[in-house]
Nanobody, 112 residues
């Protein structure tokens, strides 16, 4: 089983990035999937989740700026991040919560 995050990098404040979480060995549509982020020295924070019925939920800090979505044909979950802020800088992880698998993360840096 693998969850592989990609799409991280450097973005300017106000910019956008789209993160991908590609799954293999599991069927992503059968899982609640969450995107989390972590800054060194802080607790891992849940950013967004999408249920098997495609209901979504967001942390207050990203509501209105981030969008989680799923492409079942590609077995992939996305996190579209718009209007990025420096405080969004973190390592972002995806988690297939139902089956308990984590990816290794992708680093997002928001800086001018």
């Amino acid at each position: 089983v693998q969850l592989v995050e990609s799409g991280g990098g450097l973005a300017q404040p106000g910019g956008s990035l789209r993160l991908s979480c590609a799954a293999s060995g599991i069927i992503i549509s059968l899982n609640v999937v969450g995107w989390y982020r972590q800054v060194p020295g802080k607790e891992r924070e849940r950013v967004a989740t999408i249920t098997t019925g495609d209901s979504t939920n967001y942390a207050d800090s990203v509501k209105g700026r981030f969008t989680i979505s799923r492409d079942n044909a590609k077995n992939t979950v996305y996190l579209q991040m718009n209007n990025l802020k420096p405080e969004d800088t973190a390592v972002y992880y995806c988690n297939a919560e139902t089956q308990g698998y984590w990816g290794k993360g992708t680093l997002v840096i928001v800086s001018s």
